[in-house]
């Protein structure tokens, strides 16, 4: 059973028979809300605002002894305004789209919203998302507005139908068993066909430049680099430093390069982290350029530029396979397979299993901050993972990466 999109159900279907969790919320103070990356939304006293449940909880008192609201539910029930998208013609009409989340999943999205404007070129669709996801998606050319969540109730009775993914990885069976773009195709009617099932981005011109320059003060300039990413959104998602440290020994050894991108305040947190890790002489060929990544365009610039990626379950492998830059991922808690198996080169690491967890250390789909079995915060699935395997895997990503010719300089 659901309860107002809240559960677990067994198939899509069984999801789309219910309204996600979503709230409609009157503001009743001006305010700010934090997205974090150094970025803040207002939000205007008098305004009624479409937003996540969990986010009103988050947002519903102005103070920490939550004696001064800030929002209250509107008259207005959101189920009342509630139009999901079945497969209608949409020539002459407006979609409206949204996902809450990170950059992967909204990337999971870009095939969906990609083959409806092609079918339905006179439509117009308006996607929401974070913040600071926004110049990423308006990159994209199949889309015609870019909104942040919380966006306007006006904006949700404008449109002629509405597309929410809020739940479909995270409460539906189906996401154990089918490959997360996949996934999102069949929930959102799109029929992607299967070699297509995966992003196609370009690179922001002047993110590219800032990128360049910054490999050129690195005296990276035309050597070919594997672009690193240490850590995940979640301690459930990342793997233990001294895995990643492995593959990059194994990257030198085959003559590459490392760049180690991350947010900029983790810049002397990730060089002290590999300073312990790392001896002096292999130092030399490990860059850590998290201070110049100052949004997700300047990253995908990097990416772009990159031999291949290496990263756990984050933003940077669908970046790559959004360039078809060779990628590897060390996964363990959620299965390689759902997440890049669409992607035109890509490997990825699957825990064997062992009696470490009540899942016996296999991907179990956990959809939380940390894992309860875990040590020093990494899930055990990641010590089950067999180290030969992983090399093996590993070395096929390494001849793919020695193919790919180093990105050409800026025009």
Known sequence: MIDGGQGMCRTLAELGAHPPGMAVADVLLDGYFNWGHGMRQKMVAGSTLVMSQHRFQALEFADPGKQVPLLRRSEVSFESVWRPYRGEGLDGKQLL?????????????????????????????VFGTSKHIVPLVEGWGCVDEVVTNPFPLALMQASDYHISVEGV???????????????????????????????????????????????RHAKLWGKPYLYFQLRASSKVRTPPLKMMVVLMLLAMRRGFEVVVGDSPDK????????????????????????????????????????????????????????????????????????RLSTYKDAWWTEPAGGPVCPHDGKACHLHAPVCPWAV??????????????????FELFLAAASRLEVAQPCP
């Open 169 to 215: 990885i995270e409460r539906c069976e189906e996401a154990r068993t089918k490959n997360a773009y996949r996934l999102f195709s069949d929930w959102t009617r799109a029929d992607v066909p299967d070699d297509d099932l995966r992003p196609r981005l370009v690179v922001d011109r002047k993110a590219d430049v800032k990128a360049a320059s910054a490999l």
């Open 376 to 393: 020093d915060f990494v899930p055990p699935c990641f010590r089950t993972i067999d180290p030969d395997a992983m090399v093996g895997q």
């Open 267 to 338: 810049q002397a947190s990730t060089c002290a982290a590999l300073a312990a890790a790392l001896n002096e002489e292999r130092l030399k060929h490990v860059h850590v350029l998290c201070k110049h990544m100052e949004n997700i365009q300047v990253c995908a610039a990097f990416v772009a530029r990159a031999s291949g990626v290496v990263a756990p379950d984050s933003s940077a492998p669908h970046l790559a396979g959004g360039f078809d830059v060779p990628v590897f991922g060390v996964f363990a808690p959620f299965p390689g397979w759902a």
């Open 97 to 125: 789209v949204w996902r809450d989340g990170g950059i992967g999943d909204v990337l999971f999205l870009q095939p969906c919203v990609r083959w409806l404007k092609t079918r339905w070129p006179s439509s117009r669709i």
